[in-house]
């Protein structure tokens, strides 16, 4: 059992580092990618993007929920090594998109026209190629819908090198497009729109064919659904609904709300805090991905004690991954947009800082909710939490109508979230029994110290010193070895210590 284990964490650690260099590559293709497209569009199209794109997003709600229910299926059988299921599975949930598809085409898309066309802020002579955008939009999303279970294969299998390659085609191709815009004679938004239909379209066409050739569930499906099955994970998503709804209510939700009350530039910024947010959430999301179906497997194979561990470690370092990048970004952040974008949008710093703050409250939250995923039962989790998650929509409309200002927004997001925090601690308890007092010594009380004593000798530096490219750098640097130091001798025990050493040893003896 210890051999299975560590096993399985040096499985992790291989597949969080392809997906870090994979990433790495990501990140710089993907800022340079954003600078170039808001250049080229302006600050208006570039908001008209993020908001129309924001509507079609709303109904994401479908696609997250069922592709979590999926994943979470395919990876329970994988962990009991069961085949045939593991088809049943497959087949049924692909049955399920091609039905949710139609369905979106009829029902969604026409309500999404007539919101465009009515409620949201958008200048005469650019409602054309607003929607334009939107049926490209819509035309991504029926192609992501239809892609949820092949995807989810990919993760529950862990091929996370498949995935490394395949997303970095997307960035290249992406970065391609930026540059071949500014000499694109056509309306530069609509031809964006069309490109970026295309390119999802390819991506998605990849890995439909690597499915296809290298799994058994993929490989010769039908499209066939199991009653129990579909009944089984009908349940599991339609719960799962909740979470997504408000999740996607407060995130898309707000950017609507912040177009109707403060108009499309401040969208642009709130695109540019999204941008600066999805980039740093990257290093973690490497390392949940690798990380999440070992959660599942464990809890399907009976190892409650490993699952645990998982869960704590999970947390902390998806913490502290993402504090070594957001520390130095949070104390120059008007230094970095002003190096990356040159004409900063008003508003965007400080919405950059408080979404990456906010951030972290659902980063510590995530292993949280894997593992209750991993057991299925999530209908009073999915009432709760989404119960106290709802409430910052209502309340965000409160202050916008009461006249405060955007940033407000995020104030009251930070807040439920946190709160959410110690919610869930209570809930997986019930389930799994996990003490909320081990959870908070060996997680919260850990990012705590880390985050505080990191956090004083470059805020220091950049308080006393003038803003400067040195300072930039200095902080940079002072910061990475600070949260080293720190994480190194009060973020983690003996044991994880002594795994880390063995690690770097090998790399270095290689």
């Given at each position: 059992m210890?051999?299975?284990?560590?096993?399985?964490?040096?499985?992790?650690?291989?597949?969080?580092?392809?997906?870090?260099g994979r990433?790495?590559?990501?990140?710089?293709?993907?800022?340079?990618?954003?600078?170039?497209?808001?250049?080229?569009?302006?600050?208006?199209?570039?908001?008209?993007?993020?908001?129309?794109?924001g509507?079609?997003?709303?109904?994401?709600?479908?696609?997250?929920?069922?592709?979590?229910?999926?994943?979470?299926?395919?990876?329970?059988?994988?962990?009991?090594?069961?085949?045939?299921?593991?088809?049943?599975?497959?087949?049924?949930?692909?049955?399920?998109?091609?039905?949710?598809?139609?369905?979106?085409?009829?029902?969604?898309?026409?309500?999404?026209?007539?919101?465009?066309?009515?409620?949201?802020?958008?200048?005469?002579?650019?409602?054309?190629?607003?929607?334009?955008?939107?049926?490209?939009?819509?035309?991504?999303?029926?192609?992501?819908?239809?892609?949820?279970?092949?995807?989810a294969?990919?993760?529950?299998?862990?091929?996370?090198?498949?995935?490394?390659?395949?997303?970095?085609?997307?960035?290249?191709?992406?970065?391609?497009i930026s540059?071949?815009?500014a000499?694109?004679?056509?309306?530069?938004?609509?031809?964006?729109?069309v490109?970026m239909?295309?390119?999802?379209l390819?991506?998605?066409m990849?890995?439909?064919?690597?499915?296809?050739?290298?799994?058994?569930?993929?490989?010769?499906?039908?499209?066939?659904?199991?009653?129990?099955?579909?009944?089984?994970?009908?349940?599991?998503?339609?719960?799962?609904?909740?979470?997504?709804g408000?999740?996607?209510?407060?995130?898309?939700?707000?950017?609507?709300?912040?177009?109707?009350?403060?108009?499309?530039?401040?969208?642009t910024?709130?695109?540019?805090?999204?941008?600066v947010?999805?980039?740093?959430?990257q290093?973690v999301?490497?390392?949940?991905?690798?990380?999440?179906?070992?959660?599942?497997?464990?809890?399907?194979?009976g190892?409650?004690?490993?699952?645990?561990?998982?869960?704590?470690?999970?947390a902390?370092?998806?913490?502290?991954?993402?504090f070594?990048?957001?520390?130095?970004l949070?104390l120059?952040?008007?230094?970095?947009?002003?190096?990356?974008?040159?004409?900063?949008?008003?508003?965007?710093?400080?919405?950059?800082?408080?979404?990456?703050?906010?951030?972290?409250?659902?980063?510590?939250?995530d292993?949280?909710?894997?593992?209750?995923?991993?057991?299925?039962?999530?209908?009073?989790?999915?009432i709760?939490?989404?119960?106290?998650?709802?409430?910052?929509?209502?309340?965000?409309?409160?202050?916008?109508?009461?006249g405060?200002?955007?940033?407000?927004?995020?104030?009251?997001?930070?807040?439920?979230?946190?709160v959410?925090?110690?919610?869930?601690l209570?809930?997986?308890?019930?389930?799994?029994?996990?003490?909320?007092?081990?959870?908070?010594?060996?997680?919260?009380?850990?990012?705590?110290?880390?985050?505080?004593?990191?956090?004083?000798?470059?805020?220091?530096?950049?308080?006393?010193?003038?803003?400067?490219?040195?300072?930039?750098?200095?902080?940079?640097?002072?910061?990475?070895?600070?949260?080293?130091?720190?994480?190194?001798?009060?973020?983690?025990?003996?044991s994880e210590?002594?795994?880390f050493?063995?690690k770097?040893?090998?790399?270095?003896?290689?």
């Amino acid at each position: 059992m210890a051999l299975d284990n560590q096993l399985s964490g040096s499985k992790i650690a291989k597949n969080t580092l392809i997906l870090y260099g994979r990433m790495l590559l990501l990140l710089f293709i993907g800022l340079y990618t954003s600078r170039v497209i808001l250049k080229v569009l302006g600050e208006e199209d570039f908001g008209i993007y993020n908001v129309v794109a924001g509507v079609v997003s709303m109904f994401t709600i479908l696609t997250q929920s069922l592709s979590t229910a999926i994943s979470r299926f395919l990876t329970f059988e994988l962990g009991k090594n069961n085949t045939q299921k593991l088809k049943n599975i497959f087949s049924t949930a692909l049955c399920v998109q091609l039905v949710l598809v139609v369905g979106v085409i009829i029902i969604a898309e026409p309500i999404a026209v007539w919101f465009l066309n009515t409620h949201l802020h958008i200048p005469f002579e650019r409602l054309s190629a607003a929607n334009w955008v939107l049926q490209c939009v819509m035309g991504i999303f029926a192609i992501n819908l239809l892609s949820v279970p092949f995807n989810a294969a990919i993760i529950a299998h862990e091929r996370m090198k498949t995935f490394a390659y395949i997303s970095l085609t997307e960035g290249i191709l992406k970065l391609v497009i930026s540059i071949l815009l500014a000499y694109s004679s056509f309306d530069k938004l609509k031809t964006y729109a069309v490109l970026m239909l295309c390119i999802d379209l390819c991506v998605k066409m990849m890995y439909v064919i690597y499915c296809k050739k290298h799994f058994f569930e993929c490989k010769k499906f039908s499209l066939k659904y199991t009653p129990p099955l579909l009944k089984e994970i009908g349940s599991f998503a339609g719960w799962n609904f909740i979470g997504n709804g408000v999740w996607v209510l407060n995130n898309q939700g707000i950017n609507i709300l912040t177009n109707i009350f403060f108009g499309v530039k401040v969208n642009t910024a709130r695109g540019i805090a999204v941008q600066v947010n999805n980039a740093v959430q990257q290093f973690v999301n490497n390392f949940t991905t690798a990380l999440n179906p070992q959660i599942t497997k464990s809890y399907a194979m009976g190892e409650y004690s490993f699952m645990r561990t998982l869960m704590y470690r999970g947390a902390k370092y998806s913490y502290f991954l993402m504090f070594f990048f957001a520390l130095p970004l949070c104390l120059e952040t008007e230094q970095v947009l002003n190096i990356w974008l040159h004409k900063v949008p008003e508003y965007a710093v400080i919405f950059v800082r408080l979404t990456l703050i906010g951030a972290f409250c659902t980063v510590v939250a995530d292993s949280m909710v894997r593992v209750l995923y991993a057991t299925g039962k999530i209908k009073k989790y999915q009432i709760v939490v989404g119960s106290i998650g709802l409430l910052d929509f209502p309340l965000t409309y409160l202050v916008f109508k009461m006249g405060c200002p955007p940033w407000s927004a995020y104030i009251i997001y930070i807040f439920i979230y946190f709160v959410l925090i110690f919610v869930r601690l209570f809930l997986i308890d019930k389930l799994v029994s996990v003490s909320p007092k081990e959870y908070i010594k060996q997680v919260l009380v850990k990012i705590s110290y880390v985050s505080l004593l990191a956090a004083i000798v470059p805020f220091l530096f950049r308080y006393f010193m003038p803003q400067s490219l040195l300072r930039l750098l200095l902080v940079v640097l002072i910061s990475s070895g600070s949260i080293l130091l720190f994480v190194y001798f009060l973020g983690i025990d003996k044991s994880e210590k002594q795994f880390f050493i063995s690690k770097i040893r090998t790399l270095l003896h290689k």
